[in-house]
């Protein structure tokens, strides 16, 4: 297994840490290993406590296969493993809890194209159903991958989001623009008339555009933030 993909998912978690986006000990990262297995935190770990060595490898049934892990956290290999399952494209996926995003993921209209932030997910946002916690694989993982589809995003009503990536840094990408297009959302009471939106014809070009900008989306924002994380801590291993 890699050394790098450790040391990237690791740099992951520590980015949603720097961020203050992390829920206490309850939401996840994880990164595809192989078709089978999947890294993943142990449960019970801050963000800003996660490094490359605590990983645990784990299957698609929630089988620890390598590591320790004291408290077994089944909705987080339930959420993860069903995904991996459903999509051979996607190699790592972030699930979080932000109140913008549950305020955003559960208001009736859903994530409107408020903001450029916004304009990144245009026509290609999931939405799920609220059913409690995601313990069981069979009903309950199935229809969340159900619900994700074809998409990289899903907001989940009364709960969060997710995003998928063929990269780490793609699924960071993804979620530094939705919790911002969710913050200015959420913060923003819609007036009486209605949000000045921009059209339909423009809406769909500026997201083409926005995802298009650049061939590995989101490696140039992740090499800068893991650039600041290493000025933090000099001693730790290098970017993959």
Sequence with gaps: MSQQLRQALADAYQIIAAWGMDDSTYAHISARVDADHFLIMPFGLLFEEV?????????????????????????????????????TDIKAIYHLHTPASIAVASSPKGLQPLSQWALHFYEKVAYGE??????????????LA???????VILLKNHGFITCGKTLHEGLFYVHHLELACQT???SQEPK????????????????????????????????????????????????
Excluded at 58 to 82: A, F, L, W
Excluded at 137 to 143: C, L, P
Excluded at 146 to 152: N, P, T
């Design 51 to 87: 490094d490359p060595d605590c990983l645990l490898l784990v299957n698609r049934d929630g089988r620890v296969i390598e590591g320790k892990e004291q408290y077994y956290n089944p909705t987080g290999y339930t959420i993860h493993g069903s995904i991996y399952q459903a999509r």
């Design 130 to 143: 609220y059913d409690s916690l995601v313990l069981d694989g069979q009903s309950q993982g199935s229809t």
């Design 146 to 152: 159900c619900e994700l589809g074809d998409k990289k």
């Design 185 to 187: 959302q959420a913060f």
């Design 193 to 240: 008339g209605g949000w000045d939106l921009p059209s339909h014809e423009v809406c769909v070009r500026t997201c083409n555009d926005l995802l298009n900008f650049e061939k590995d989306l989101g490696r140039r924002d992740w090499d800068a933030y893991v650039r600041k994380l290493r000025k933090q801590s000099p001693g730790a291993s290098q970017p993959y």
